[in-house]
Nanobody
């Protein structure tokens, strides 16, 4: 079955950097779009970035220029490099997989498989 395991979260000061990883297993990783979402306390889950099979990426406006999503299909791993972190980036970060190859990668509703999340806390 599909398994997604995030790692790399932690606590940093404003302006710092973190690199999140998501190890995928149980399916042919290279065939599916992947994405990062986040959810802060009391807020809805929001899409952060997505990457399709050929490496094309999309970003939320709030992270454009600071975050970079990438994938290593040989290692079945998804990454999120986060630079210039701000306190408002504090959230639980989730890795997600496209539910079906028929769904469009840029649609937030396309993702139906989730990891357990990794906490990112940015202090001012």
């Amino acid at each position: 079955q599909v398994q997604l395991v995030e790692s790399g979260g932690g606590s940093v000061q404003s302006g710092g950097s973190l690199r999140l990883s998501c190890a995928a297993s149980g399916y042919t990783y290279s065939r599916y779009c992947m994405a990062w979402f986040r959810q802060a306390p009391g807020k809805d889950r929001e899409g952060v970035a997505s990457i399709d099979r050929d490496g094309s990426t999309t970003y939320a406006e709030s992270v454009t220029g600071r975050f970079t999503i990438s994938r290593d299909n040989a290692k079945n791993t998804l990454y999120l490099q986060m630079n210039s972190l701000k306190p408002e980036d504090t959230a639980m970060y989730y890795c997600a997989r496209q539910s079906s190859l028929l769904q469009h990668c840029s649609s937030l509703s396309a993702y139906g498989y989730w990891g357990q999340g990794t906490q990112v806390t940015v202090s001012s």
